[in-house]
């Protein structure tokens, strides 16, 4: 089975969705799904497939149209089109199994920090599939990073100042104070 995938893409530390999930209980992929005979049952098309488009999928019992039909389980991809900037860093491009364990915006800066560590893309991708067997994704697990600029992502937040606080010493026996009128 070939899934469609989502794609999430990095701009300057800030995740940007590419694409919306096709869950089988979205509003819009459910009206399709009905629409073309099929139906969702416990937030799975036909009650097998908890995706409501895929590529190779149509051999499941109930999910066999012909090619005519469309039926159900659609293979037509949503595309959608940005212009890149010099601030976009890299897309991941991943199957379900990795977005039901990471929400775009932790996928981003997972990924972020690995590219820092060794700015391979390659390495990033095993390193997302690994994270997500980690954080128990059941399904499949597929994921591939794509990066713009030849560095690594930069540093964005300058790292703060330190700032030492204290208490004054009649500050601190004030605070014995009040708290000895509490315990009393």
Known sequence: ???????V?????????????H?????????????SGGYVYDG?????????RALGDRHMEGLKVSDSDGG????EPELMTRQLTEEDEFIIIGCDGIWDVFRSQN???????????????VMCSK?????ALKRKSGDNLVVIVVCFQSEPPRNLIAPR?????????????????FLDDLAK
């Open 107 to 121: 996928a981003v800066d997972f990924a972020r920090r690995r590219l820092q560590e060794h700015n391979d893309p």
């Open 127 to 131: 390193d997302l599939v690994d994270e």
């Open 9 to 21: 893409l990095c701009r300057r530390g800030n995740a940007i969705d590419m694409s919306n999930d």
């Open 161 to 177: 100042p330190r700032v030492h606080k204290s208490i004054s010493a009649d500050g601190l026996r004030e605070l014995q104070s």
């Open 72 to 75: 159900p389980l659609s293979a």
């Open 44 to 52: 799975y098309l036909n009650g097998l497939l908890n995706v409501a």
């Open 1 to 7: 089975m070939l899934e469609i995938v989502d794609a």
């Open 23 to 35: 869950k089988p209980s979205c509003s819009k992929e459910r009206k399709r799904i009905e629409a």
